[in-house]
């Protein structure tokens, strides 16, 4: 019972938190490790568990979806399909031992980047010479979703920050597009982790459910937040303190 709540409300969160900001897989991975998951298990069940979070929020935001940049929605949904097949692929092959060495290293990664996002999206805002061009927005497109096929976690800014070098202003479009790209990610790479046997299926349906109705609430309440510096610091804390206890076992 103890682990049953536990799953439920780290889904919860995970969902609330990937609609808002990002950063659900600080919550929903160390969950599933705890609870007896092993870790390369734990990846691929925390991606597939965060797919319908990704999918409620993106119909919440689909009235504000749309692309601007050098980049069409085809070309785009194309590049995040071939990125995460390709970091999906490289995950299975990792050995769970070397994994679990990586881990703390990504969600420290994860942590500085989600931590220094808006700075990174305002300094990306104030370059000189507009938006990138086709090549360079591709190049940043696919090599956010090769880390998104592999690592779930700080995924969000990640893209965040490529729509804004691919040329997005409007915060409310980027959002409902990141949250669809990031459903996109999840569904391809959580179909190679079916294939290979890494989904722990009892953990990722109570995650699941759990994700959705957090990923729908969080879009809802996305635009009534005043204070999401507060709630950037209080996922930038849960973050530092994941890799810390990482790090440590």
């Known amino acids: 019972m103890t682990e049953l709540l536990l799953l439920c409300l780290a889904g919860g969160a995970a969902g609330l938190l990937n609609a808002v900001a990002g950063g ?30 990704y999918l409620s929020s993106a119909w919440a935001f689909r009235g504000d979806m749309r692309t601007e940049g050098a980049l069409g929605l085809r070309a785009i949904l194309g590049l995040a399909a071939l990125g995460s097949i390709l970091g999906a692929l490289l995950l299975i092959v990792t050995p769970g031992e070397t994994f679990l060495w990586i881990v703390p290293w990504l969600l420290l990664l994860a942590t500085l980047l989600f931590a220094t ?40 800014i990640m893209l965040l920050a490529a729509f804004s070098l691919l040329g997005h202003t409007d915060l409310h479009g980027m959002n409902g597009l990141k949250n669809l790209l990031s459903a996109v990610l999840s569904l391809i790479s959580a179909a190679a982790f079916v294939w290979a046997g890494l989904i722990a299926w ?39 303190a994941m890799t810390v206890a990482f790090f440590v076992l």
């Not at 000189?128 to 061009?133: D, K």
């Not at 497109?141 to 700080?154: E, M, P, Q, R, T």
């Open 24 to 53: 659900g897989t600080f919550l929903s991975l160390p969950a599933l490790i705890y609870v007896g998951v092993p870790p390369v298990a734990a990846n691929a069940t925390a991606t597939l568990s965060a797919l319908p979070g």
């Open 117 to 156: 996002g808006p700075l990174l999206l305002k300094v990306l805002r104030q370059r000189g010479g507009g938006a990138a061009g086709p090549v360079v927005s591709g190049a940043a497109i696919l090599a956010v979703s090769i880390y998104g096929g592999y690592f779930n976690g700080g995924l969000g």
């Open 202 to 240: 009892e953990q990722a349906l109570i995650l699941a459910v759990s994700a959705t109705a957090g990923g729908y609430a969080g879009a809802r309440l996305s635009r009534r937040i005043v204070r999401t510096d507060l709630l950037r610091w209080f996922i930038t804390l849960v973050g530092a």
